[in-house]
């Protein structure tokens, strides 16, 4: 038996709200890692968060259908996408106790730009001249935020760039090669991925003991598991909150509403990424971040409601 839904017609208002609830929920997760990642390692965050994750969404399959549902039905595309996914998430994180969650969240929102690239590329999509201009813009705009010949130019800010990427190629697997896998299936095996790529991370750290030096310089990579006071836990389980909110409402968001309507409130998260970095981290982007920021926006609404042709 397959985890199935009974087929829905579009409501806009609910898949509004729930990508709304959805943006708010990952924004201020991703401002919770960055405020704990000098207490804990990306690789023990990723372990326990998912560990946590994981027996909500065994309840939620169990509670459509049964156990059966889990299997993949093509294991090798559903193991690629959630590879992918899983490096969109380290490299994102990685990049967040070294530059503004503001900047970080710009750079990463070019990711419609990419999957309009890639779907030209890999999947033969036909795009317009209104997407190659979406391109064309959102690349500017990600210059003005890097300011790769300015002197405070920090390379930590080409991460998100990478995560963007990772997560273009995971959608277009999805969209050829896992289009028929619950979105719930999906999630599980997500989580899976996380823990096997951070139980390989923490067993390679034990094993080669970076010295003290290495790890001080960077320990939200390098770090070996750490012991864990209440308020650590408390961020860990509001964390795995957060995650299976992402990946529950985002599908509820984008089965119920038109995907180019959908897309756009998506870049919500941008303004709350910017509201999050102000009122815990102080962070105030400059006006040539702030025009970038619009730029990518803007790039991002003209790629994702470009015509069909």
């Not at 790890?215 to 909150?241: C, E, H, K, R």
């Amino acid at each position: 038996m397959s985890a199935r839904q009974p087929e829905q017609g579009d409501n806009l208002r609910v898949a509004i709200s729930a990508v709304l609830f959805t943006v708010f929920a990952l924004s201020l997760g991703d401002a919770l890692i960055k405020g704990i990642s000098s207490n804990l390692p990306v690789w023990q965050m990723f372990v326990l968060r998912s560990s946590m994750a994981i027996p909500v969404l065994i309840a939620l399959v169990c509670w459509q259908s049964d156990m059966s549902a889990l299997r993949p039905r093509c294991a090798g595309w559903l193991a690629l996408r959630s590879i992918l996914l899983t490096l969109m998430w380290v490299f994102y994180y990685i990049s967040l106790p070294h530059i503004a969650l503001s900047v970080a969240a710009a750079v990463y929102y070019t990711l419609p730009l990419f999957i309009t690239l890639f779907a030209a590329l890999f999947i033969g999509e036909k795009v317009c001249a209104q997407g190659w201009i979406a391109v064309s813009l959102g690349f500017c705009g990600v210059l003005l935020i890097l300011r790769p010949q300015a002197e405070n130019f920090n390379t930590y800010a080409l991460l998100p760039l990478i995560s963007a990427i990772f997560y273009a190629l995971a959608m277009i697997i999805t969209r050829t090669k896992c289009r028929n896998d619950h979105y719930l299936t999906l999630s599980f095996w997500l989580n899976v991925s996380m823990i096997c790529v951070g139980v390989v991370a923490l067993t390679v750290l034990s094993t080669l003991k970076p010295s003290i030096a290495e790890v001080a310089a960077n320990p939200f990579m390098l770090q070996s598991w750490t012991p864990m006071v209440s308020q650590d836990w408390l961020a860990i389980g509001l964390l795995a909150l957060a995650i299976l909110v992402g990946s529950v409402f985002a599908a509820i968001a984008y089965q119920r509403g038109p995907s180019s309507v959908v897309s756009t409130f998506d870049f919500a998260y941008l303004a709350f990424a910017t509201i999050w970095g102000f009122i815990f981290f102080e962070e105030v982007p400059d006006a040539i971040a702030i025009t970038g920021i619009a730029m990518i926006v803007g790039a991002g609404i003209l790629a994702v409601r470009r015509p069909e042709s």
